[in-house]
């Protein structure tokens, strides 16, 4: 577990899953330098979606882009619509095993 993940130190199809104060999401990266990934949990259910990973915010308009912060607000936009989840209280980071050496 870490306070920050930045986007940028990820690979494709790295997996982070964030645990926020009312639901867990899993995301799958697919390309760290846009922030777009595959998400799901939460009011995105059981089924991966494609997002973009806006970044991470205390609730105003001040975004720590593509980064996903402990005590911050998650945002991400899927199909169009900007979605904010809860407070974010953990967050890991997990390289696919033939990756991780």
């Known amino acids: 577990m870490t306070d920050t993940i930045k986007l940028g130190t990820c690979r494709d199809f790295d997996r982070i899953l964030v645990k926020t ?3 867990v999401y899993e995301m799958l990266v697919l390309s760290a330098g846009s922030g777009d990934v595959m998400v ?3 009011v995105f259910g059981t089924e991966f979606q494609r997002a973009t990973l806006t ?6 308009s001040a975004v720590k882009r593509r980064a996903i912060c402990v005590g911050r607000f998650l945002e991400l936009h899927v199909g169009g619509k900007a979605f904010v989840t809860s407070s974010v209280q953990a967050a890991s980071h997990h390289r696919p095993a033939a990756d991780a050496a």
């Open 55 to 60: 970044g991470s915010t205390f609730g105003g």
């Open 40 to 42: 799901r949990g939460g």
């Open 21 to 23: 104060r009312h639901s």
